[in-house]
């Protein structure tokens, strides 16, 4: 497998609070993860950063075994929460940091997608992409409620308002599913990558470049940015072989 991550703070904001990796342990397993920190000023990026660091410390020297995967996961997220929560109300510079993640993690012939946020997991399987994480928010609520449709949901007011994040309270609510379907990439990006270009371009620009993960990752940044870049931007893609 190939794969490249890319994270910039686009063409608005002074300050990047997004973070990404994509990291192999030492047994092959493969983790990808795409994390937007909240709180400004300082707060959202060390949120961000303090969780990626965490996450990717525990996953490192892990062995892991497919039946407990799912088990680490919810485990080392809501250590991670746990962390992030105490902090914030330790130090009152810090009240009301969190962060989004997201992440793919592959152990041998299996992938499974865990999501706390908004930032996204989608699959790339022959000419489809195919979101697999529900964005966390109280549009999204809303629009599941009947109440609003997809297309009042792109103006409406509290459109950025999260409804789960990690740090942001006590208790999370870890999502975990298995990816059953075949795909060709996996691919995690921070919102905005996704308010500024829709699935079809970002499918469009994976498939421009086959060959090289690295560039299509960057490609995929620059037309966030040539769309306004009104948001950090952030991108983990991995081809499968």
């Known amino acids: 497998m190939k794969y490249a991550f890319e994270t910039n703070p686009g063409k608005v904001r002074e300050k990047n609070e997004d973070t990404c990796l994509i990291v192999e342990n030492k047994y092959g397993d493969v983790l990808m993860m795409v994390l937007d920190g909240m709180g400004g000023h300082s707060k959202g990026d060390l949120a961000s950063n303090k969780a990626k660091e965490y996450i990717s410390s525990q996953f490192v020297d892990k062995r892991f075994f497919s039946f407990k ?8 997220l809501r250590k991670t929460n746990s962390m992030l929560f105490r902090l914030s ?15 793919f993690l592959i152990h041998k012939n299996k992938t499974y997608l865990s999501y706390i946020g908004d930032s996204r997991g989608y699959i790339v399987n022959g000419d ?14 809303l629009f599941e409620q009947g109440k609003i449709t997809r297309d009042e949901m792109l103006t409406h007011p509290q459109r950025n308002v999260l409804t789960n994040s990690l740090g942001g309270y006590d208790k999370v609510q870890v999502n975990i599913l298995e990816i059953t379907d075949n795909y060709d990439y996996l691919l995690c990006c921070s919102d905005g990558l996704y308010n500024m270009i829709d ?3 970002m499918l469009e620009v994976i498939k421009k470049y086959p060959d090289d993960v690295d560039k299509a990752a960057k490609r995929l940044i620059t037309r966030a940015n040539m769309r306004g870049g009104k948001d950090n931007v952030s991108v983990c893609l991995l081809r499968k072989d």
């Open 128 to 141: 489809d992409i195919i979101q697999k994480s529900v964005d966390e928010t109280y549009v999204e609520f």
């Open 199 to 201: 699935d079809k371009t």
């Open 89 to 103: 109300n330790e130090q009152p510079r810090l009240k009301g940091m969190g962060t989004t993640v997201t992440l």
């Open 69 to 76: 995967i799912k088990s680490w996961i919810k485990k080392v």
